[in-house]
């Protein structure tokens, strides 16, 4: 069942959502977290539906915050959906009219609810500073896509130069079978890394975080190259007992090579953000890891001269 309320207030919808808890015995209470979509009407739709399928894995409560016409007057349209109508937790979608859609924290904090945590995700185009943003500073976690901005690294470099603990970007969610498919065949005996390289289509930030978390860890120089895509297509580690190379170049299916041992095919399908989404709600404390990497890119960065 989904509730509609045009043209309300949020003393209006507090009480709607009060009245539905009531009538299906709690809704909001025994959700993991509530977690805050800020979108406009064109990216809601997918966003929404990326969160729910996520929401599977982890139950949480969803309010999306959806910008419309900036210069319209003030208003607010509801639309409050039960839980189990779109996913396990109640959904509450706010279209903000007006300057409303510049101050959306005004909307969204009377109806957080007390000592649930608090995930926001920007699907779309992100803030520089998220933890500096007025959403971002009610969250224990903020997620942004760089991939979605039009200058993706450019984005990326930004954000990196503003990090802060709680901070992550889906560029870097997306590595994660990469990662774990370099790290799994490090554990194999491979000799001295002396040298890598990232090849991935043109401006792609995974590459660049890749390429920064590879040479954090290896502390070797890693060449960053390009190719047609999709995404990354190639990372190769140069050993004093050969190369190691993951190759993909369909999207779905890598291939693993060793010097010196047969080559092996590995599922790698690129991520789609249900998939990236569901595994950043798996944690509400800082991600050491993509901070780690996000400074090391940040130090080359400002080492070369570049501004983000």
């Known amino acids: 069942m989904t509730l509609y309320l045009p043209r309300t207030t949020t003393s209006q919808i507090t009480e709607a959502l009060m009245a539905e808890r009531l009538s299906v015995g709690g809704g909001a209470m025994n959700m993991v977290l509530t977690l805050v979509i800020v979108t406009d009407e064109a990216d809601h739709y997918d966003a929404v539906r990326a969160a729910t399928e996520a929401g599977r894995e982890h139950p949480s409560r969803v309010v999306a915050l959806i910008r419309r016409d900036p210069g319209a007057e003030p208003a607010i349209d509801a639309e409050i959906r039960r839980p ?71 984005d990326l470099m930004e954000r990196v130069a503003h990090y802060r603990p709680g901070d992550t970007d889906l560029t870097w969610t997306r590595l994660t079978p990469w990662r774990s498919l370099l790290a799994s065949a490090m554990d194999q005996p491979c000799g001295w890394v002396t040298s890598a390289r990232v090849t991935a289509e043109p401006h792609y930030p995974s590459a660049e975080l890749l390429a920064a978390w590879l040479s954090e860890r290896l502390e070797v120089e890693v060449e960053r190259g390009t190719s047609h895509g999709p995404g990354l297509t190639e990372v190769r580690l140069t050993t004093d007992q050969g190369d190691i190379t993951i190759s993909r170049v369909d999207g779905r299916v890598a291939t693993l090579s060793r010097t010196g041992q047969p080559d092996q095919t590995v599922a790698l399908a690129r991520r789609g953000a249900a998939l990236a989404l569901a595994e950043e709600l798996r944690r509400l404390d800082a991600d050491e890891t993509y901070a780690s990497a996000a400074r090391h890119l940040g130090s080359k960065l400002a080492g070369s001269g570049v501004e983000g």
Do not use: C, M, N
């Open 84 to 154: 189990g109508t779109s996913g396990p937790g109640e959904a509450v979608l706010l279209r903000l009219y007006g300057p409303l859609g510049e101050h959306p924290d005004s909307v969204l904090t009377p109806l957080l609810v007390p000592d649930a945590p608090v995930v926001v995700w920007w699907p779309g185009q992100g803030p520089t500073d998220p933890a500096a943003d007025p959403v971002g500073k009610l969250a224990q976690r903020r997620i942004t896509d760089a991939l979605r901005a039009p200058d993706p690294v450019a």
